[in-house]
């Protein structure tokens, strides 16, 4: 069974910055391509980041482009997340996904394992 465990959320003020951990048990990264994505109260799941399995590939929505980065140590089996520049609008709950079935990488519905989420809360 694979277990995802994010770690790294917490309150920080505007424009400052965090770094996001996703640690896997059960499988490797290495046989998956990784994504994170946040959810907002209201607001569905939205895609931040990804990174391919042998970690040389990534992908970022436009909101992320320029302030966040995604890179992996698949001996540490882990995937991190770089914010950077925050602003309150990324005040969500951040999540990673592994197990992509198919398909896109930026498409909750794609992923089969999901952690439990981190809160990243921005404030002035």
């Known amino acids: 069974q694979v277990q995802l465990v994010e770690s790294g959320g917490g309150l920080v003020q505007i424009g400052g910055s965090l770094r996001l951990s996703c640690t896997a048990s059960g499988r490797s990264f290495s046989t998956s391509p990784t994504g994170w994505f946040r959810q907002s109260p209201g607001k569905e799941r939205e895609f931040v980041a990804a990174?391919?399995?042998?970690?040389?590939?990534?992908s970022y929505a436009d909101a992320a482009k320029g302030r966040c980065t995604i890179s992996g140590d698949n001996a540490k089996n882990t995937v991190y997340l770089q914010l950077n520049t925050l602003k309150s609008e990324d005040t969500a709950v951040y999540y990673c996904?592994?197990?992509?079935?198919?398909?896109?990488?930026?498409?909750?519905?794609?992923?089969?394992?999901w952690g439990q989420g981190t809160q990243v809360t921005v404030s002035s």
């Open positions: 990174i391919s399995r042998d970690g040389i590939y990534t």
């Open positions: 996904a592994s197990g992509l079935s198919s398909g896109r990488w930026d498409r909750p519905a794609n992923y089969i394992d």
